[in-house]
């Protein structure tokens, strides 16, 4: 009797490790499809920033290549 209730035990805590294994499976594929769908679907819009060549850049980061035209 004992050892039908232990194999009943594991088999039940086997059971829900894998349940929850499979959820978190899940919400990892859900939260990272979400953020490739975000990031194909958005358009940032263009911000002010030191262009490429510009004189008074020396020293300080720019843009490699600016899909925004010039204002």
Known sequence: MTENVAVNSTARTKSALWFFVGLAL?????ANGHLVYVAMTS????VTHIRQGEAFAQGQYSAAQSSCTPR
């Open 43 to 46: 358009q940032p819009e263009c």
């Open 26 to 30: 899940l919400l990892l594929l859900v």
